[in-house]
């Protein structure tokens, strides 16, 4: 009886060990540069496609898949457009008055292998982030900056993984 328990345990924690990280990536693919985002949304904002770039950076740079690093040495490229930036209420007080906007960032990104000039692959993605109108601009800046990161952090797992 003890050999089976013993047999039971050695299966349950000595299985195979599974990886989701790097699924997608092609044979040789090991740097990514991050080109600075293209803004046609006409939203009007000059910091956000910075902020944008800058965000999905420091993503890559924290998760370590892919080594960031310039557009002469790196393997790929993430080449990226922000097509729209639109709001539109959330919530509405007693008073008619908008209580919570939601601010939604539309971008479309390809991935590019910079030694066989070939797309990896081209995809759109489209996240938001919620404000309070009444703190003023400041809080608008805040909401975008939450949809920046969800962005950041869907085109990460888009580069690293096939999910």
């Known amino acids: 009886m003890r050999y089976c328990a013993f047999l039971a345990?050695?299966?349950?924690?000595?299985?195979?060990t599974y990886s989701f990280r790097g699924a997608s990536l092609p044979p040789g693919v090991h740097t990514v540069a991050v080109q600075v985002f293209d803004d046609k949304s006409g939203f009007g904002d000059p910091n956000l496609r910075i902020n944008l770039t800058n965000m999905l950076t420091q993503q890559l740079i924290s998760d370590n898949t892919l080594q960031v690093t310039s557009m002469s040495a790196a393997d790929a490229a993430v080449i990226g457009t922000i097509n729209s930036v639109n709001t539109q209420p959330t919530a509405v007080q007693g008073n008619e008055q908008v209580g919570k906007w939601q601010?939604?960032?539309?971008?479309?990104?390809?991935?590019?292998?910079?030694?066989?000039?070939?797309?990896?692959?081209?995809k759109d993605f489209s996240d938001w982030g919620e404000y309070n109108p009444s703190a003023g601009p400041s809080n608008r800046d805040?909401?975008?900056?939450q949809a920046e990161d969800k962005l950041s952090q869907d085109i990460l797992l888009a580069l690293v993984t096939n999910w």
């Open 9 to 16: 345990l050695l299966l349950a924690f000595g299985g195979c």
């Open 103 to 122: 601010i939604t960032v539309n971008v479309s990104v390809r991935f590019e292998n910079l030694k066989t000039q070939k797309n990896i692959w081209t």
């Open 142 to 145: 805040a909401g975008l900056s």
